[in-house]
């Protein structure tokens, strides 16, 4: 297999030689032959790793910060009616049998609350923040319906469905028909510069393989349910317009980021997935994951595969408003380098830790809201994993505006602030640019998950 890849030209940082020698081990990439389709893909998105990675992340983080400063602000002062604070008081769904449309967190507040969504959907593309900022998925490209739920011929697709949508040249925003159960014979391979967008619709990727981002460059997956992802056993599977590979066996991932730039998740709804629900691994950067909800998993998200794969060091994912809800254990995430700023998500329930990771990852965790489960010694929110603490007291874990319950506490260590040059005057310094404190995640990840939306009101 080796061979295959001393042609890649000469586009060889260090780097890249490390990361190309160890895709030769079992955590391969699920291509059964690197062909010169696949050598190609693969070294083209090496260069949009180098190219995505931001040198100055603390521009980034403050950047979102500043934007939920100024959301909640305009919720808070405009709409905050006696009604709407009651609502969100007595829960998540209540609110939603009212009209009304609240958002407080700055990524839905760009686009939810409008009646006319379905005629501006590509609107959602300005709304990303975090990481994954630049990713606008299919918006240059024309909308594509899926109105058939079948996925009976790998090799050639049949018009309407979903993979052929995502096999597809060129720019796609792809939308559905009406809703539906899509199972999955063998995992979806999806190309660069797509959307998936589940709106008004109810679209369950289930029972089947899952979704495989590999090698390819800026797609938003939104507002779909991906559920009890099992694992597949590969085969002749179309992964372009003019290419078929042979893949390996998939292990059930959810949604699998290989060597993947730009990509944003948002509003997906995940529920048992075999291995992980979402994995970013060998070189995958400029994520984000946001106002997604998790349910019933061991491993959530694991961020960098191998302690060899230092391509990882260019990893940086931003998590944010999402939901960590019942019966997780651990990993939200799992960090292996890069820089992983976790902020403003609700962690109601986790059986081992939340957060963890080795090989020195930096993880900003701002603004989180953490209840510790019952078990006394599964308090702690961090993990360090096989390193003493004379190499681990060096990392840089930081936690800022953080909200504590039954417990609950995180380990820091490092230095503040030392994993980022001072970013040049990024945003207004009337903000000062704090995280929004953890008291509030409730409000700002209350409608994690799914969103029900019909067209003409808002969603
Ligand atoms: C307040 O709510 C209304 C809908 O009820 C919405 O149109 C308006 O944009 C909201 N204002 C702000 C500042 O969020
Ligand atoms: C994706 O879109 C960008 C911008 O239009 C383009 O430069 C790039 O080549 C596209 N990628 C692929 C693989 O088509
Ligand atoms: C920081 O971020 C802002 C907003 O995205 C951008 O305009 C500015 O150029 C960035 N500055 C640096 C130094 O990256």
């Not at 890649?8 to 190309?20: D, N």
């Amino acid at each position: 297999m080796t061979s295959a890849f001393l042609n890649i030209g000469s586009y060889l940082f260090v780097f890249c030689l490390s990361f190309l020698a160890t895709l030769t081990s079992p955590a391969g990439a699920n291509v059964a032959v690197f062909d010169d389709y696949w050598t190609q893909r693969q070294s083209d998105a090496l260069k949009q790793t180098m190219a995505s990675f931001d040198p100055n992340p603390l521009n980034v983080t403050d950047h979102l910060n500043y934007h939920a400063a100024l959301a909640m602000d305009a919720t808070e002062s405009v709409n905050n009616t006696r009604r709407e604070l009651s609502q969100v008081r007595n829960g998540r769904k209540l609110r939603k049998r009212s009209r009304k449309c609240v958002a407080y967190n700055p990524i839905d507040k760009c686009w939810r609350c409008n009646g006319d969504w379905e005629k501006n959907r590509k609107k959602l593309a300005d709304c990303v923040l975090g990481f994954g900022r630049k990713t606008t998925g299919g918006k240059d490209g024309p909308f594509y319906v899926v109105n058939d739920p079948s996925d009976d011929d790998l090799i050639n697709p049949k018009p309407g469905t979903l993979r052929h949508a995502v096999t597809r040249d060129g720019p796609l925003w792809i939308i559905f028909g009406s809703s539906m159960i899509i199972k999955l014979q063998q995992e979806l391979i999806i190309t660069s510069n797509k959307t998936i967008d589940g709106r008004g619709a109810r679209v369950y990727i289930m029972e089947g393989a899952g979704l495989t981002v590999q090698f390819v460059n800026n797609v938003i997956i939104h507002n779909i349910y991906v559920k009890h992802v099992v694992p597949k056993s590969g085969g002749l599977i179309r992964d372009s317009e003019q290419h078929i590979g042979l893949r390996t066996v998939s292990d059930g991932d959810g949604i699998s980021l290989f060597g993947a730039t730009n990509v944003w998740i948002d509003h997906v709804s995940m529920t048992r997935c075999s291995d992980g629900m979402i994995d970013a691994i060998l070189g995958s950067t400029a994520i984000t994951i946001s106002n997604s909800h998790f349910t019933d998993h061991e491993e959530v998200m694991l961020f960098g595969a191998n302690d060899k794969h230092v391509i990882d060091k260019k990893m940086q994912i931003t998590v944010a408003f999402n939901h960590f809800g019942k019966r997780l254990d651990q990993r939200m995430p799992r960090c292996r380098f890069g820089t992983i700023h976790v902020v403003n998500n609700d962690y109601t329930h986790w059986e081992m830790y939340a957060i963890g990771g080795n090989m020195n990852p930096t993880i900003i965790s701002q603004g989180n809201r953490f209840i510790a489960p019952p078990n006394e010694r599964a308090r702690q929110v961090t993990k360090r994993e096989y390193t003493p603490y004379s190499a681990w007291k060096m990392w840089n874990w930081q936690s800022e505006g953080d909200y504590f319950l039954n417990g609950a506490y995180f380990v820091q260590s490092g230095r503040q602030n030392a994993w980022s040059p001072k970013p040049v005057n990024p945003v207004p310094r009337k903000f000062a640019i704090r995280p929004q404190p953890g008291k509030m995640v409730r409000k700002l990840t209350m409608d994690a998950g799914v969103l029900g939306c019909k067209p003409g009101t808002a969603c």
